[in-house]
Every structure is written in C-alpha cells, then in structure tokens.
T-cell receptor
Framework: QVHLVQSGPEVERPGASVMVSCKASNYTFINYGISWVRQAPGQGLEWMGWISPYNGNTKYAQKLQGRVTMTTDTSTNTAYMEVRSLRSDDTAVYYC??????FGSGTSFDSWGQGTLVTVSS | DIQMTQSPSSLSASVGDRVTIICRASQSSSTYLNWYQHKAGKAPKLLIYAASSLQSGVPSRFSGSGSGTDFTLTISSLQPEDFATYYCQQSFSTPWTFGQGTKVEIK
C-alpha cells in the first residue's frame, strides 16, 4: 500500500519561510511525480505545483512562482516543498499527492499525505 | 488557465437517493478529468480518473461521464459514508485546476 507521510504542523511569522516534507514508501519513488495541493480555511483545493523525482523537472502555479520551490531526495524517497515570504493568506493545510500518469488520460492524484497545517500569524 | 465550475455548490440528499454533480470546464479538457471525495480532517480520495474510470477500491455506486467541457459524477444510491465535499480537477493543461467543490449534506 502506497504511503505518504508528511511533517508536522508549523507556525510562522509573516515574511518567514516554511518547508514541508513528504516521505514516500511502498512504491518506486522515481516512477511517479509528486504534486502539492493546499486548502485554506473554508476554501477549496488549490494545486500548487508538481515535481518529477526522476529528473527534478517542476511545474508551478503562476500565483506562487518565485515564492515556492519543490525538491526531492531520491536517497530517502522524500519530497520537499518550501514557501518563502509567507503571508497570512498562505495559512492552509498543505498536502502532497502521488501524481499518476495514464497515457492519453492525463494525471490523477491517487495517494495523498495526511496534510500539514501551516499557520502564518504575527 | 482552464476554469472549472461545479454545480450545485451544495445539496441536501437522503440515504438511498441518486445524486448527480456537474462540472464544466472553460475550455475543452478532453477526458482529462478526475473526481475526488474530501472529508473534513482527512486527505482527499481519488474516485474517478480519466472522466469515467473507477479508481481501484471505490464502490461501484460512483460513476463518471463526459468529455470536452461537460462532466458528471453520479452516486447511484447515496450511503451515510458518502456525505462529503466532491471536487473535479482537470489535468489537460497546467495549472491543473480544481472546481470549487460540491458539499453533499444529509437531508
């Protein structure tokens, strides 16, 4: 059974940075992408970006470009997501998800981490 | 960016009801459309991928259809564990966007 385990909750000041980790197990890490999705309080799901553990290629949502960096460590099967210059509207639950590709059918998120609450408050 | 619009935003239904949720894309997404179920405090769960393919382990009362810009998720007989928020998501082009969600509540 695929397992994604995320790091614990974080409280940060505005302007600070936060890094969330996502450790994968029970599958071949480099064969699937990792996407990050967040949900602000009372809001819907927002796609933040995607990374290929195979070659490090990334795609980021335009609104986060320049403030977010996604990386992976294939020696530990762990994905990382860093958000810099935090603002109050970055307060959200952040999820990592395994991105599964089907030729001709697109990409779906078939396994998810448990979520990490990041609170940005002065 | 492809905008995804779901309707209704919320609905009330009873156990055993047939429920249909609509998702419309602002431009064609072919069949690159997925559906997720999300319960408060839990991780989202993939139900349907590629518009109509049932994810392994998901009950057969869930089904999806559509292509291009119009998609539907149907729950044939609503069960108590199905009360949740449902999201569509396109993967035709990045940014991979979600609909705003449809909350299914108990009548």
């Amino acid at each position: 059974q695929v397992h994604l385990v995320q790091s614990g909750p974080e409280v940060e000041r505005p302007g600070a940075s936060v890094m969330v980790s996502c450790k994968a197990s029970n599958y071949t890490f480099i064969n699937y992408g990792i996407s990050w999705v967040r949900q602000a309080p009372g809001q819907g799901l927002e796609w933040m970006g995607w990374i290929s553990p195979y070659n490090g290629n990334t795609k980021y949502a335009q609104k986060l470009q320049g403030r977010v960096t996604m990386t992976t460590d294939t020696s530990t099967n762990t994905a990382y997501m860093e958000v810099r210059s935090l603002r109050s509207d970055d307060t959200a639950v952040y999820y990592c998800a395994r991105a599964r590709d089907f030729f001709g059918s697109g990409t779906s998120f078939d396994s998810w981490g448990q979520g990490t609450l990041v609170t940005v408050s002065s | 960016d492809i905008q995804m619009t779901q309707s209704p935003s919320s609905l009330s239904a009873s156990v055993g009801d047939r429920v249909t949720i609509i998702c419309r894309a602002s431009q064609s997404s072919s069949t690159y459309l997925n559906w997720y179920q999300h319960k408060a405090g839990k991780a989202p769960k993939l139900l349907i991928y590629a518009a109509s393919s049932l994810q392994s382990g998901v009950p057969s009362r869930f089904s999806g259809s559509g292509s291009g810009t119009d998609f539907t998720l149907t729950i044939s007989s609503l069960q108590p564990e199905d009360f949740a928020t449902y999201y569509c998501q396109q993967s035709f082009s990045t940014p991979w966007t979600f609909g705003q969600g449809t909350k299914v509540e108990i009548k």
